[in-house]
C-alpha cells in the first residue's frame, strides 16, 4: 500500500475517534459543538464553581474537536527515545484524546514533543519537555496537507522539502486578516513562542512574523499554564483599533477566546474613565510628516523630555510632597472649637490611611471629621439645654403663674429650637466646607506642575497651559495614568501577562505605567527599532526596558524576513541601512524570490495618476487580493482618493477606521505599520517627499517592508536618496 492509502486510512480513523469524542460531550453538555459558547466561572458556591469549570472544559474541547474535523492534523514523526523506544505522533492544530482509555490520538502543536516537528530534522534531535531535556533520534518527518476530512499531500521532509513547504506557503495570496503560522513555525521563532512566563522583549526584523509569534505565544502559554492560566486574564497592547481588526482571526483560529485587546489609548480611556483628558491631535504621526523641520524637530524634543525615566521619577516624587500639600495649613475649627488639628489630620493621612489612593485619603478624612463633629454637637446641644433649663428655672421663680409666663416659656421653647435647628444645619454644611480646605488637583494639572519642576520647563511652556486648561497629548497619558492611580482608586486588574505589540512606539514611562498598573513583570515586547517611527516618543534602544524597566527580561532576536521576497526586501535595506539605528540587524529574508521591484517615473501630477491607477489594476488582474497604494500622510492620501478612489474602487484607510478589508485600499504610510499586502504601490518616492533624514527613512522602511509579493515604486523629480539605485530607477 502506497503511503498515500496508508495516511488516509490512519486519517479515517482519527476522524472516526473525532467524531466519537464530539458526540460524547455534546451528549453530556446537551448542547452542539458548532455552537461556540463561553461560560464565565466567578466566586460562589464551591460545587457551583467546580461544575462549571468542568462545562467549560467540556465545551472547549468540544468545540476544538468540532474544528478538527476540519484539519484533523498537519505532520506525522516517527522517533526512538531511549525511554520509550520507537514511538509515532501526529501534530495537529488541536490536540485529540480518545477516553475512556486517555489515549494520545493527535498532540497539540504546543505539546512538547512538537519541538521535533519545528526544531528537529531527521536524525538526533534534542527537544525540551517539562521533565528537562530529552534526546530522540527522528526517524521520519512527514507534512501533511489536510482538508475536510480528505488528505490532499503527503511529503518525507528533508532540509529541501521544508524550505519548498516554506516557500510554497509564503507565495499564497493575503486573506482579509492575519493568519496563523502552525505549520510553518520556524526553529528561532519557535524558541521564541515556547519561552516560559517571564519577561521577554524580541527584536525582529520587518517580515519576522513578530505579531503571529505573540499571538501564538498567547495560545502556547495558555496551553502550558492551563491549570493556573485564562484566556482573560491576557491583554494584548496594539498600535490601534485598525490592527486589532486586522489580527482578530487569529486567536479564535487556535481555539482561543476572551483575551483582551486594546490600545494604550483605549486602556488609559478605560482606567481613567470620566477623568480621561481632552487629546489634542495636532501631535499625531500624520500630522508631523507636514510639519518643518525646525517645528518638527521642536516637538521632538518636547516628546523626548516626557518620555524620560527622570519625568516619572519627578512625577513620584512630585505626588509624595503632594500628599503634604493636601492636608489644610491650619486646624479645623466649629464655632470656635477644634474639630481637628492640624497635627492629627497629618497623622490619619500619612498614617493610618498611607494605604489609600490621596484623593480616596480625603474622603476618609471626612469621616472624621463627622465623628468629631457628631461629638462636638452632642456637647452643643446639651449645653443649649442646660441653659435653657437654668433661663426657666429663673423664669417659673421670676414669675407667677400665668398668661405671661406661659408665653415667655413658649417663646424660650421656640427659641431653643430654632437655635438646635440653626446648629444642626451648620453642623450639616460643616463637613463639605472643611473639604475645601483640602488640596484638590486635577491630574492635568498636577501634571503641569511636574513639567513646571523639571530643568527643560521653559521647553514645555506650551503644553504646560495646555495642561491647566485640561488639555494633553499621547505622550502624557503614561504619567497622567501614574498620577490618577495615586489620586483615585482603581481595580485591580486580573491580568497575569501582557503582550505588548510595536512595543518599540510605546516610551519607557509607558511601561513603568503599565508594570504599575499590572503589578507584575510578565510582559513580551515584539517590535523593531528600525520600524520606530515614534523614536521621539518611544524607545531607541530595548535597554531602556531591559535596564530601568523590567530587569529580569530576556532580550531574543529574529533576524529572517519571510514576508516579502528577496527583490522586496533588497531595496527596503537600503532604507535601513541609511540612517541604521542602535542595535540594528542585517536582514536575512528567506530564499524567495520574485518579481523586480518596478520604478515608474512620473512626469507631471496626471501622469503619476494614471501610473498609479494603471499599476493598482495590473495587480488585481494578476491576482493580488489585496493592494496597497501608500502615500506618506492623510493629506496626499485623501487628494489622491478623491483623484482615482471610485476608478479602482478604492477604500480610503483613515485614523478613525477600525475594521480591516482586503482589495484596494490608499493608505498612509503612518497607518501601514504591522500590516501586510500582496501588492503595494509607493504612490510618490521623490526626493522631495521623502528627505534624507533618520526618521523619514524608518518611515519609508516601514511602507517598504508591507509587501508580500510585488512593489511598485512611483516618483516625480528625483528618487528619494533613502531608496535610490541608479541601476534600477528610470530617469
Known amino acids: 500500500m502506497d503511503i498515500m492509502a496508508l495516511e488516509q486510512g490512519h486519517l479515517d480513523e482519527t476522524l472516526a475517534v473525532i467524531v466519537s469524542e464530539k458526540e460524547k460531550l455534546e451528549a453530556e453538555t446537551g448542547a452542539k459543538a458548532d455552537e461556540h459558547r463561553v461560560i464565565t466561572v466567578e466566586g460562589g458556591d464551591p460545587d457551583e464553581v467546580v461544575r462549571l469549570n468542568h462545562l467549560r472544559f467540556c465545551l472547549d474541547t468540544m468545540h476544538r474537536l468540532y474544528l478538527s474535523q476540519r484539519q484533523a492534523y498537519f505532520a506525522h514523526l516517527d522517533y526512538n527515545d531511549s525511554m520509550d523506544g520507537a514511538q509515532s505522533v501526529y501534530i495537529g492544530r488541536w490536540g485529540v484524546m480518545k477516553t475512556p482509555e486517555n489515549e494520545i490520538v493527535v498532540a497539540d502543536w504546543r505539546a512538547p514533543i512538537a519541538n521535533l516537528y519545528y526544531s528537529g530534522q531527521v536524525g538526533r534531535v534534542d527537544y525540551e519537555t517539562p521533565e528537562g531535556r530529552l534526546s530522540a533520534e527522528l526517524t521520519l518527518k512527514r507534512l501533511l496537507s489536510v482538508s475536510g476530512g480528505k488528505l490532499l499531500s503527503a511529503q518525507d521532509a528533508g532540509i529541501m522539502t521544508n524550505d519548498v513547504f516554506l516557500r510554497n506557503a509564503l507565495s499564497q495570496t493575503s486573506g482579509d486578516r492575519l493568519k496563523d503560522i502552525v505549520t510553518t513555525i520556524q526553529a528561532e521563532q519557535n524558541i521564541v513562542i515556547r519561552h516560559p512566563m517571564k519577561p521577554l522583549i524580541v527584536q525582529g526584523v520587518a517580515g519576522s512574523g513578530k505579531t503571529t509569534i505573540a499571538l501564538h505565544r498567547i495560545a502556547y502559554l495558555l496551553y502550558a499554564n492551563q491549570k493556573t492560566l485564562l484566556p482573560s486574564q491576557m491583554m494584548i497592547l496594539a498600535p490601534n483599533p485598525l490592527f486589532l481588526d486586522y489580527i482578530s482571526s487569529v486567536l479564535p483560529d487556535l481555539g482561543v477566546d476572551e483575551v483582551k485587546q486594546t490600545t494604550f489609548v483605549l486602556l488609559c480611556k478605560k482606567v481613567m474613565g470620566k477623568r480621561f483628558p481632552k487629546l489634542r491631535a495636532s501631535v499625531s504621526l500624520d500630522a508631523r510628516t507636514r510639519m518643518t523641520a525646525e517645528k518638527r524637530n521642536e516637538l521632538e524634543r518636547r516628546l523626548e523630555i516626557k518620555g524620560r525615566s527622570s519625568a516619572y521619577e519627578a512625577a513620584l516624587s512630585f505626588l509624595k510632597g503632594y500628599e503634604r500639600e493636601i492636608l489644610p495649613e491650619k486646624d479645623l475649627t466649629f464655632l470656635g472649637t477644634t474639630v481637628l488639628t492640624k497635627a492629627e489630620m497629618a497623622e490619619y493621612y500619612l498614617g493610618d490611611l498611607r494605604n489609600f489612593p490621596l484623593y480616596d485619603r480625603t474622603r476618609e478624612m471626612r469621616k472624621y471629621i463627622v465623628t468629631r463633629l457628631s461629638r462636638l454637637s452632642d456637647k452643643y446641644e446639651e449645653a443649649a439645654e442646660k441653659d ?71 521647553i514645555l ?81 530595548w535597554r531602556e526596558i531591559s535596564d530601568g524597566v523590567l530587569p529580569e527580561a530576556a ?58 491607477a494603471e499599476a493598482a489594476e495590473s495587480a488585481a488582474q494578476g491576482g493580488m487580493h489585496s493592494i496597497a497604494i501608500i502615500e506618506r500622510s492623510s493629506k496626499e492620501a485623501g487628494a489622491l482618493h478623491k483623484a482615482i478612489g471610485a476608478r479602482l474602487q478604492a477604500k480610503l484607510i483613515t485614523e478613525k477606521d477600525t475594521e480591516y478589508s482586503a482589495g484596494v485600499m490608499i493608505i498612509p504610510a503612518t497607518l501601514v505599520k504591522g500590516l501586510e499586502f500582496d501588492s503595494v504601490i509607493i504612490a510618490e518616492a521623490g526626493a522631495e517627499m521623502w528627505d534624507d533624514t533618520s526618521a523619514v527613512a524608518r518611515l519609508l522602511y516601514v511602507a517598504l517592508t508591507r509587501a508580500l509579493h510585488e512593489e511598485t515604486i512611483v516618483y516625480s523629480g528625483v528618487l528619494s536618496a533613502l531608496i535610490s539605485d541608479e541601476t534600477e530607477a528610470e530617469n
Do not use: W
Open 555 to 612: 532580550m531574543s532576536y529574529l533576524e529572517t524576513s519571510y514576508r516579502s521576497t528577496v527583490e522586496i526586501m533588497t531595496v527596503a535595506a537600503r532604507a535601513a541601512m541609511r540612517h541604521p539605528v542602535s542595535g540594528q540587524q542585517r536582514i536575512r529574508p528567506v530564499l524567495r524570490h520574485g518579481k523586480p521591484v518596478t520604478y515608474l517615473h512620473a512626469e507631471s501630477a496626471a501622469d503619476r495618476l494614471r501610473i498609479i
Open 461 to 541: 511652556a506650551q503644553d504646560i497651559e495646555e495642561l491647566k486648561n485640561g488639555r494633553a497629548d499621547e505622550c502624557d497619558l503614561p504619567l497622567l495614568m501614574t498620577i490618577h492611580r495615586a489620586l483615585y482608586s482603581v481595580r485591580k486588574p486580573d491580568i497575569r501577562h501582557i503582550v505588548v505589540d510595536e512595543a518599540q512606539d510605546l516610551s519607557g514611562n509607558a511601561y513603568r505605567a503599565l508594570r504599575d498598573y499590572a503589578a507584575h513583570q510578565s510582559f513580551t515586547l515584539v517590535g523593531d527599532l528600525m520600524q520606530g517611527v515614534h523614536a521621539a516618543e518611544g524607545l531607541t534602544d
Open 388 to 458: 435653657m433649663r437654668a433661663r426657666l428655672d429663673r423664669l417659673m421663680t421670676r414669675l407667677p403663674d400665668g398668661e405671661e409666663r406661659r408665653q415667655k416659656a413658649r417663646s424660650l421653647f421656640s427659641a431653643q429650637e430654632s437655635r438646635i435647628a440653626e446648629l444642626r444645619k451648620q453642623a450639616e454644611a460643616y463637613p463639605d466646607a472643611a473639604m475645601l480646605e483640602f488640596g484638590h488637583l486635577t491630574g492635568e494639572e498636577l501634571l503641569a506642575r511636574v513639567y513646571g519642576s523639571l530643568p527643560e520647563a521653559e
